[in-house]
């Protein structure tokens, strides 16, 4: 097969492979639009016959979703903020200084990654509530984010570092600069994109986290969107097409997010890997 061809194929490949991790969105917007006949019918139809938008309106209004995306946006900020100030330096000393305790810390970060929400959401919700931090239930939930997702940034962020030539800092220090002055005069600004996308991502993360908030926030007032959509689901749930409308509106702003800045995603993720 010549190089055309083959080209030609893997891009037929990918289309295909591309529509079926799409379809879910598709059959979610779609859906939304439906009626309750339309829904049910048999077979489906690809296209509602006419597009039901009050359902969008219905579903802000009895169910308070601008609070709940208010509550969604103020976790993932916070716990964006919190990761950001301290992996950052964390992330730095990884990359700059190597030693056999510096690899060991780096395994012990790598090691969390691997755990999951559901098996550290007991000895959290324990220790949290021996030390009282569950009467601030939005910020239990913020640090509780913030251990799961703090390797994940370490890891990315020691990469972009590592791509900063280390020469710049010495020039720096030879020109009179302190080690925390060429740490953020020289090396921070060089750093910033590989930050910027890591805390993107994170953000990502954050804003659809459930198994914490669900565990640790009982106050509805306080809970995020992804406990709302929960909330939907019962024995006996019928109203798909207002489930996902409430998707919809919750799913829209990350993906909206991603599609602007998927290439300075792109780039800031393979940075570290161009040194």
Do not use: H
């Amino acid at each position: 097969m010549s190089d055309t061809g083959r080209n030609r194929m893997m891009l037929l490949i990918a289309i295909i492979m591309a529509a079926i991790y799409l379809f879910p969105l598709y059959w979610m917007y779609i859906t939304a639009l439906k009626t309750g006949s339309e829904m049910f019918a048999s077979p489906p139809s690809f296209w509602p016959s006419t597009a039901q938008w009050n359902t969008f309106v219905y579903v802000w209004e009895s169910r308070n979703m601008g609070r709940y995306l208010w509550n969604s946006t103020l976790i993932a900020f916070g716990s964006v903020a919190l990761i950001a100030v301290l992996g950052t330096g964390c992330a730095y000393v990884l990359a700059r200084y190597r030693n056999g305790w510096v690899d060991i810390g780096l395994f012990l970060i790598l090691m969390l990654q691997v755990l999951p929400a559901s098996l550290m959401i007991t000895p959290i919700f324990v220790g949290f509530s021996q030390v009282g931090l569950l009467d601030y239930p939005r910020f239990a939930v913020i640090l509780a984010i913030a251990a799961k997702s703090m390797p994940f940034f370490v890891v990315l962020v020691r990469a972009t570092f590592m791509a900063v030539p280390m020469e710049l800092e010495e020039a720096a220090l030879v020109d009179g600069n302190s080690r925390i002055g060429a740490f953020f005069n020289i090396v921070l600004p060089l750093a910033r994109n590989g930050i910027l996308v890591s805390a993107i991502l994170i953000f990502m993360q954050a804003f659809g986290e459930f198994v914490y908030s669900k565990s640790m926030i009982q106050n509805v007032e306080f809970q995020p969107a992804s406990v709302g959509l929960n909330s939907f689901m019962g024995p006996n749930t019928s109203e798909w097409n207002n489930i996902m409308a409430y998707a919809t509106m919750y799913v829209t702003p990350i993906l909206a997010i991603f599609v602007l800045l998927q290439r300075r995603i792109v780039s800031g993720l393979t940075s570290g890997a161009l040194k």
